[in-house]
């Protein structure tokens, strides 16, 4: 997310643009507060995404990933917060070099609604060299869209996130190279501009916030787990549960 944008303006337009139209009033609050938890959910997929799926060069352990150079990797991952889960998935590469690539997809689906919201992105992290611990300047961009108006066919929005960070962790290494205990944490910020369109009525919001997140991975052979929790510093945001699976190859 991730934390993202998608629902942040559409779900809960800045002040001064409330939308005017009161017969979608009703349910343009309510799916605002759904869309509320799912942006923080895209700010998993932007936050605890991130932590499966950006990894740098040597030893992934600042976002807890265990490739080394030249290895990809597959995660899937489900989200899990008030009113929202959010399942998705990162593919990426760690190349010779200091840096990772890689590209995700989310999906938020509402409780008690057929309204979903769907992100996909990418993003890069690059390790700081010649470090005692595992430190990476990240970097990634997600584009969001209203997947399912959950029936209120009026209703369009979609959004465009920007975000940046730092992350940090470390690897421990079992007495072989097949088990690793990797722990980690991230801290960023994200902006994101969305427009909602209800009938003939469109809106355009942008804001900034930040995006903190956690947890750990078990390395066995090629293999990953692990939990996460993310969090942003929008009011009234949920924080963000999720475990996640991987391989590497």
Known sequence: MRGLDEVAARAHPPSGCENPRSDHSGKVR??????????LAHAAAAGVLSLASVAPASAQACVGLATRGGQGFLVGQAGFTDG?????????????????????????????????????????????????????PTANVMYQWLSNDGGLSSIDADGVVF?????????????TTEFAFIP??????????SSLTVGD?????????????????????????????????????????????????
């Open 84 to 136: 929202a889960w959010i399942p998705g998935g990162v593919l990426g590469v760690d190349t010779e070099g200091p840096a990772t690539v890689f590209g995700r997809f989310a999906h938020a689906l509402f409780d008690n609604s057929d309204a979903a919201i769907s992100a996909a992105g990418g993003g890069l992290a690059i390790e700081i060299p010649d470090l005692a611990v595992s430190l990476c």
């Open 30 to 39: 309510s799916m605002s507060k759904r869309g509320l938890r799912l942006r």
């Open 201 to 249: 009525t469109s809106i355009t919001g942008s804001e900034t916030y930040g995006v903190f997140s956690g947890g750990f991975v078990l390395m066995l052979g090629s293999v990953f787990l692990g939990p996460s929790a993310a969090m942003t510093t929008l009011e009234g945001a949920d924080p963000i549960f999720s475990a996640h699976l991987g391989v590497m190859f």
């Open 163 to 175: 975000g940046g960070g730092l992350a940090l962790g470390h690897r421990f290494d079992s007495r």
């Open 184 to 193: 980690n944490i991230a801290a960023g910020i994200e902006h994101n501009r």
